[in-house]
C-alpha cells in the first residue's frame, strides 16, 4: 500500500509493477528481523521497504542503471535497510534468543552498530567476488545481446516469437503467428 501510494505521489499515478515491488521490497526487509520484532514494528518495516524501493527505483532511473525490474531497489536497498532495521527494532521480549534491544527500544547503538558493521562485512565481500565472477563471464561468453537481438526484441532472440506484439517497432520483426490484420 505505501508503495502504491508513493508511487502516486511522486510518478502521478499508481503503478501495478512498483506495487508489487513494494510487496516484495517488504517481505526482503522483514527477513533479517521476523523473530526480533514485534507484530507493530514489522509493519512499519514494510511500510517504510514500500517507500523506500519507490525512490530507490527513480534514483537509479535517474541514474540511468540498467534495471528493468528493480531488483536493486528491491534486494539490495531493502536487503540492507531490513539488516540495519533489526538494530533499530528488535526487542529481547519477542523471542528467547537473547539478542538485545534496538536502538528505538532503548538498546543503545550496540545491536545498530552490529548489524552495520555486517552490512559492510558482506558488501566487502560479495562486491569483489561479484565483479570477478561478472568480469569471468563478460571475457568468456559474454553479457551483452547482439544490436540486432536488442532492436528486434529479446523474444524473437531467444524464442522465435513476440511476446508483445502491440509494442513492437519494427512491422518485420513480428512472426507469422501475430501479425496483426490489416
Given at each position: ?41 514489522a ?36 536487503g ?24 528505538l ?9 552490529a ?31 547482439s ?16 511476446a ?19
Amino acid at each position: 500500500l505505501t508503495s502504491t501510494a508513493t508511487a502516486w505521489l511522486l510518478m502521478g499515478k499508481p503503478d501495478l509493477g512498483m506495487s508489487i515491488n513494494g510487496l516484495l521490497a517488504g517481505l526482503v526487509a522483514i527477513t533479517a528481523g521476523c523473530a526480533f520484532v514485534s507484530v507493530s514494528s514489522a509493519l512499519l518495516i514494510g511500510g517504510l521497504a514500500g517507500v523506500l524501493v519507490v525512490v530507490a527505483v527513480m534514483f537509479f532511473d535517474r541514474r540511468r542503471l540498467d534495471d528493468p525490474v528493480g531488483a536493486l531497489s528491491v534486494h539490495l536497498v531493502n536487503g540492507v535497510f531490513g539488516s540495519l532495521a533489526v538494530g533499530l527494532f528488535a526487542q529481547d521480549s519477542i523471542t528467547g534468543v537473547a539478542t538485545g534491544n534496538g536502538l528505538l527500544f532503548g538498546g543503545g547503538f550496540g545491536l545498530l552498530g552490529a548489524q552495520a558493521l555486517m552490512v559492510v562485512t558482506v558488501a566487502a565481500f560479495v562486491l569483489p567476488a561479484s565483479l570477478l565472477v561478472w568480469w569471468l563471464i563478460k571475457k568468456t561468453v559474454g553479457i551483452r545481446v547482439s544490436l540486432k537481438e536488442e532492436i528486434q526484441g529479446l523474444d524473437i532472440g531467444e524464442h522465435g516469437n513476440v511476446a508483445y506484439p502491440e509494442f513492437v517497432i519494427h512491422r518485420n520483426s513480428y512472426s507469422a503467428a501475430v501479425v496483426p490484420k490489416e
